[in-house]
């Protein structure tokens, strides 16, 4: 079982930046990839960016190319989502998820099966 837990988030301008933290315990043997999704009122849940943890391989949403940056601290088994340039449409909870070996890594809500309880990010 592994547990996350999200932090960094707040009410912001648009072209502000905010770094989000997650940090992971439990059985982070078995975790292969490490993922931000976010989920605006009335719309559903969408990936934002994931990263392996092995290879450091990442993966963007379109949406957020160039603004956004996943990255992580194996030390510390802790992943960060710097996100800058902020625009209202980001405006969001943002969630940080984790996948085992085996599900594969990318931007597929369905590869995780385990969840933080988000961060809320408004940007005005």
């Known amino acids: 079982h592994v547990q996350l837990v999200e932090s960094g988030g707040g009410s912001v301008q648009a072209g502000e930046s905010l770094r989000l933290s997650c940090t992971a315990s439990?059985?982070?043997?078995?975790?292969?990839?490490l993922g931000w999704f976010r989920q605006a009122p009335g719309k559903e849940r969408e990936g934002v960016a994931a990263?392996?943890?092995?290879?450091?391989?990442?993966y963007y949403d379109d949406s957020v190319k160039g603004r956004f940056t996943i990255s992580q601290d194996n030390a510390k088994n802790m992943v960060y989502l710097q996100v800058d340039s902020l625009k209202a449409e980001d405006t969001a909870m943002y969630y940080c998820?984790?996948?085992?070996?085996?599900?594969?890594?990318?931007?597929?809500?369905?590869?995780?099966?385990?969840w933080g309880q988000g961060t809320q990010v408004t940007v005005s």
């Open positions: 998820a984790a996948a085992p070996v085996g599900n594969g890594c990318g931007l597929v809500k369905d590869y995780f099966p385990s």
């Open positions: 439990g059985n982070l043997y078995a975790v292969d990839c």
């Open positions: 990263i392996m943890i092995l290879g450091a391989t990442t």
